[in-house]
């Protein structure tokens, strides 16, 4: 870098420059506000104070302005803060990353233990064992060796594609670069995460330089991996336990404990509290020793994993759509402070519900500083619930009031309790605004509804605004360069209303019409070039996304994943729903048949589809839908439509749906034109009789084992 000359002319002024001297600082300029830019963005380090760095920004602006043909297009006044997204390359994970149910109290875990009893079909007595051990706070990675190198390294991202960290992963030294003796093709997985004592020690140092410290372990090894310098991550005292693995060659072994073993054999750090144990009780009392032992462990853990050893019974569990049916994780119960609530506000979220949000005096809770919480809802301030039954012993929460927070891993902090002692004189309940505050429309509460919601709908700009932020979040379309700050300037500017404006940007605000992105302030040609490319990129879309992306009430990530491997493809799903809105209808049934599906997000969804079906099929015309993945396309059942009818004697009906849609099936509850097999068990009915009537074909048990290869 041209360090020395280019501190020459810091100090002179502009129109002294010759066009050497510019040029080389220029490049300069550019070389340092990019690096403050990805450790301010990416790393949560800044290396510059704001002062500085606007004042380079400023003098890189004005030498650009004095020698344009010295800008390349691709400089500082380009770039709209680097996102740390943006730097990574991506990688598709070979299997999707997956994550883990939650349970809290012991009830939850018989629960976990007695629905894959009734799942597998095994009587309540037989003997069924689990390895319990701690659940890291860290971040997840996946680590690819063939032939025993180090292929790649892959954050979880969104569980299907993840960002690239090899450079990084291969300065971490508890992972291998080679290995020996492993199967030619081994994804290893496990947790990144900071000991306690090189946090403390990390801190101290950044503290020293100047540098921003970390709020937490988790927070520095997070920073410290998402480091696109690799030799700062190698700086960094980043662990890794092994405890999973993805895409393999051949099976590791049979069991989930003699799997971790050979991983540790294999020369991967695999953590030495997981314990083998017979049943709940065992289950129940290693949770007991671990939580025991969480002070001293010198590492943050957040809870227990629970996985069935058995890794064939693994496999004939399998996933729901993010979770293993096999795994638990057991969370410790959350941690708490007390603090002062200074004021209560509202937030309009975008399926207009007012949602009452704490402001309080900054307290620590469990190593993060916490200043807002939820509220919830009416009721919850006023000290019932959604039956009216006193919570708190009836202790409303108030302005000023003393109050309890807790919060477990990253849900937003709750607000548990009010110690009325400390109650200022004169405090008043809290009215909750019966008009929406920021379009002041009615604010109703449905009967049945806990919350209160603005009747504005798009007029209202919060709904808007919010469901735009939410179109383009990260699980939606993930737009990159299009965040919720763009978002919200384009919304203010009359740019965008709907999602469909998002796609007709280019044409209005590009190349040759009178107002241009590029001519905004913050923008440039490079920059919105590079939005209307990564807008056009997103034309094409999964289903599941799409679905998503919509914000239908009660439509998670979740329930999208479910209704997109339903129905397969998006003319199919928007037929059915126009059928299904005649709840006789069999659409209807077909509907509420899909596990994970109940009346209330059917009703939310077949209620969006009709108010705003045009607009979704406008938005819908200008993308391609991409058809949800099969899971396995060859198989002889895929896309084809199964009922079970009568009793299965080798699997229970749960395990045999699971199957059929983990192959690409879609399981339906009654026999129709649209049935290609129905599998009859003894005792089969009606179903039988349809489906002979139809002339749709009829199978038993161990044709329908020996069709899927299970025989
Ligand atoms: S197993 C298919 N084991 O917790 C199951 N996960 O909340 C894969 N985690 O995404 C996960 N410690 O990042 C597993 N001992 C452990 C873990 C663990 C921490 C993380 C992991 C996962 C997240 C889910």
Redesign the pocket.
Known sequence: MSGRKAKDTAGIAVSDLSDAEASAELARLSDLIARADTAYHADDAPILDDATYDALRRRNTAIETRFPELAHGDGPSERVGAAPVEAFGKIRHAKR????A?GFTNEDIAEFVTGIRRFLGLSMDAALAFTA????????LSLRYEDGKLIHAAT?GDGETGEDVTANAREIADIPQSLGNAPALLEV???VYMAHDDFAALNARQAAQGGKTFANPRNAAAGSLRQLDSTITGARPLRF?A??WGELSEPLAATQSAAVARLATLGFSV?PD?QRCAGLDEMLSTYARIEEQRATLGYD???V?Y?LDDLALQDRLG?RST??RW?L?HKFPAERAWTRLRAMEIQVGRTGALSPVARLDPVTVGGVVVSNATLHNEDYIAGRDSKGAPIREGRDIRSGDWVEIYRA?DVIPKIRDVDLSKRPEGSAPYAFPETCPECQSPAIREPGDSVRRCTGGLICPAQAVERLKHFVGRAAFDIEGLGAKQVEAFWRDGWIATPRDIFALADRFGPGQPRQLKNREGWGDTSAKKLFDAIDEKREIPLARFLFALGIRHVGETSAALLASHYGTWPDLRRAMTEAQDTDSPAYADLLSIDGVGPVMARALLAALKAEGDEIDALAACLTIEDAARPVSDSPVAGKTLVFTGSLERMTRAEAKARAEAMGAKVAGSVSAKTDLLIAGPGAGSKATKAAALGVEVMDEDGWLALIGAL
């Open positions: 990353m997956m994550s883990l939650n051990e701690p659940k890291i706070d860290g971040l997840s979880r997985r496990g947790e336990f405890y999973a953590n997981m853990i957040d809870g994993v996985k996933y979770t293993p795994a994780a891993g």
